[in-house]
């Protein structure tokens, strides 16, 4: 099992910055691709943000130039840094990924999720 643990969430005001950490924890041999995901009220849960194992990124149109992705691989943990913070960026955020307890075994976990919350 593999449980991850979000921090950062928060209420902040539009313009501003947060970064939100995600760290995981139990039996891990290998991590593949990690991402943060968000669910607005009456929305569906959308990717934000993605990262490979080799490091390489892809974001939402919508973050692109304000949010970046990153991971440390040495601390399990992914973080998502967000500048110039819209109200549309209001939403509940995932992070998940593909972990591996051996080399042929590997499943997608999901965290408990984190608030933000862009509001003046």
């Known amino acids: 099992q593999v449980q991850l643990v979000e921090s950062g969430g928060g209420l902040v005001q539009p313009g501003g910055s947060l970064r939100l950490s995600c760290a995981a924890s139990?039996?891990?041999?290998?991590?593949?691709?990690m991402g943060w995901y968000r669910q607005a009220p009456g929305k569906q849960r959308e990717l934000v943000a993605g990262i490979t194992g080799g490091g390489s990124t892809n974001y939402a149109d919508s973050v692109k130039g304000r949010f970046t992705i990153s991971r440390d691989n040495a601390k399990n943990t992914v973080y998502l840094q967000m500048n110039s913070l819209k109200p549309e960026d209001t939403a509940v955020y995932y992070c998940?990924?593909?972990?591996?307890?051996?080399?042929?075994?590997?499943?997608?976990?999901w965290g408990q999720g984190t608030q933000v919350t862009v509001s003046s």
């Open positions: 998940n990924g593909d972990f591996c307890r051996s080399s042929w075994a590997c499943n997608i976990y």
């Open positions: 139990g039996s891990i041999f290998s991590i593949n691709a």
